[in-house]
């Protein structure tokens, strides 16, 4: 997967949970559904990155070096 779309699930991940987080304040329904979802497609976003840089070959050199 390409790095652009890791950050865009991310990005994506944070507006949904900025939304669900006004719509809480809001007192308007579906703010919990809203916010974990944005909380499972930031986890996602942080989790391929991690696999990401792990699969990296110019990071396995630099952890040699």
């Known amino acids: 997967m390409k ?3 890791i950050i865009s699930i991310f990005i994506i ?3 949904i949970m900025l939304v669900g987080s006004m719509f809480k304040i809001m007192h308007w329904p579906y703010a919990s559904q809203l916010i974990i979802t944005g909380t499972a497609l ?8 991690i696999g990401k ?3 990296s070959d ?3 050199d630099f952890l040699n070096s």
């Open 53 to 55: 840089i792990f699969t």
């Open 42 to 49: 930031q986890v996602l976003g942080a989790l391929l990155t």
């Open 13 to 15: 991940g944070c507006i």
């Open 58 to 60: 110019k990071f396995k």
């Open 3 to 5: 790095t652009k779309y």
